[in-house]
Nanobody
Framework: QVQLKESGPGLVKPSQTLSLTCTVS??????????WSWIRQAPGKGLEWIGY???????YYSPALESRISISRDTSKNQFTLQLNSVTPEDTAVYYCGRGYGNLRSDYDAWGQGTQVTVSS
């Protein structure tokens, strides 16, 4: 059974870079043909897909965020990482990592517990 767990700072100041790591257990992030995504949910809003890194290392980002994000991976640690630059209070959300791709929970067959990120000075 694949399990995912997010980690990172809970509080980030405006204009700084947010960095979150997703640690995967029970399965390899290089296993064909999975996508490993970052998703977020702001207060009172629905899920927003941020981007993914595929089993092959290919990355694809939301057009709305692609100028500010980067997703990378460390296959030796079975982890993938999100970096979101120039954060604003509008980036405050619960951030999730998941195996799959899309804006619906049903698009994913494995899902982390989520981590709250607050952007505030």
């Amino acid at each position: 059974q694949v399990q995912l767990k997010e980690s990172g700072p809970g509080l980030v100041k405006p204009s700084q870079t947010l960095s979150l790591t997703c640690t995967v257990s029970g399965g390899s992030i290089t296993a064909s043909y999975y996508h490993w995504s970052w998703i977020r949910q702001a207060p009172g809003k629905g899920l927003e897909w941020i981007g993914y890194i595929s089993y092959s290392g290919y990355t694809y980002y939301s057009p709305a965020l692609e100028s500010r994000i980067s997703i990378s991976r460390d296959t030796s640690k079975n982890q993938f990482t999100l970096q979101l630059n120039s954060v604003t209070p509008e980036d405050t959300a619960v951030y999730y990592c998941g195996r799959g791709y899309g804006n619906l929970r049903s698009d994913y067959d494995a899902w982390g517990q989520g981590t709250q990120v607050t952007v505030s000075s």
